[in-house]
């Protein structure tokens, strides 16, 4: 069971990139790893995906270094409407997806 | 638009009342979940479903039961509500991918048990 560590919160300014790392064991080669945002009173959303070495979509990047017990989410110039909860889910193939506590992401102007 | 719906958004209820929380899908998904959302604590699984009429235990399954009749809907039960179950619940969906899953959410159901 791959259980997750997240930073409980992190502060940025607008325009500043930001790094959101997530220690995990028991992952294996090709286990994706999924992130998600979460707004108030809203439910989660995805924001990308991988399992290689780097991965780049229009809003993030993931980063995920050769040992694979970590995972970095990249946001980059962040503005005030990314402040919001960020997740992440390695699936190693168990159909039982648990989340962890989450990153609280707070950007400030 | 593919959706995840939750029936309810705000709801109250008092305690050792039955409630239903129903969710529906209309991707063709496999795999439904329910989750409950409570500060500090992240999202915990309750219940999820892999097929019609299965249905599987996640980490905090006391208190609660499932239904899955159709593959488009799950619904969450409890038996007789109590005031710690106030939270916020969520459903989500995913497509049978084993390793890549991506979960579709609902937009929650905030209940209150009086």
């Known amino acids: 069971l791959a259980k997750t560590t997240q930073p409980i919160s992190m502060d940025s300014y607008e325009g500043q990139e930001v790094n959101i790392t997530c220690s995990h064991n028991?992952?294996?080669?090709?286990?994706?790893i999924t992130w998600y945002q979460q707004f108030p009173s809203q439910g989660p959303r995805f924001i990308i995906q991988?399992?290689?070495t780097k991965v780049t979509n229009e809003v993030a990047s993931l980063f995920i270094p050769a040992d694979r017990k970590s995972s970095t989410l990249s946001l980059p110039r962040v503005s005030l409407s990314d402040t919001a909860v960020y997740y992440c889910l390695p699936d190693t193939g168990r159909r039982a997806l648990t989340f962890g506590s989450g990153t609280r992401l707070q950007v400030q102007p | 638009d593919v959706k995840v719906t939750q029936s309810s958004r705000y709801l109250v209820k008092r305690t050792g009342e039955k409630v239903f929380l129903e969710c529906v899908q209309d991707m063709d998904h496999e795999n439904m979940f329910w989750y409950r959302q409570d500060p500090g604590l992240g999202l915990r699984l309750i219940y999820f479903?892999?097929?019609?009429?299965?249905?599987e235990k996640g980490d905090i399954p006391e208190g609660y039961s499932v239904s899955r009749e159709k593959k488009e809907r799950f619904s969450l039960i409890l038996e007789s509500a109590s005031t710690n179950q106030t939270s916020m619940y969520l459903c989500?969906?995913?497509?049978?991918?084993?390793?890549?899953?991506?979960?579709?959410f609902g937009a929650g159901s905030r209940l209150t048990v009086l």
């Open positions: 028991n992952i294996a080669t090709n286990d994706y």
């Open positions: 479903s892999y097929d019609v009429k299965m249905k």
């Open positions: 989500a969906s995913t497509q049978q991918d084993p390793g890549a899953n991506v979960l579709t």
């Open positions: 991988g399992y290689k």
